[in-house]
């Protein structure tokens, strides 16, 4: 995931945020998502991130995630 998005990334305006598999919020899959953001904000990228996944429960209880990552909307 992180080498295609250093491939990539002269060419990347939006990223979309959601887990897999069920796209629901980060930490609900497989993805690695504290090393993914990490290597996001180490590459220089200076884009949008999207939260575009769906909610396990409701929206503000998904939006939990953020305070683990050190991120907020």
């Known amino acids: 995931l992180c080498e295609r998005f250093d491939g990539l990334l002269d060419r990347i ?20 998502y504290a090393y993914v953001f990490e290597h996001i904000d180490r590459s220089g990228y200076d884009g949008w991130v999207g939260l575009e996944y769906a909610p396990e429960g409701d929206t503000l209880s998904s939006l939990e995630w953020l305070d683990r990552y050190g991120l907020k909307a």
């Open 13 to 32: 305006g939006h990223v979309q945020v959601a887990d897999n598999p069920g796209r629901h919020q980060p930490g609900t899959g497989e993805i690695d």
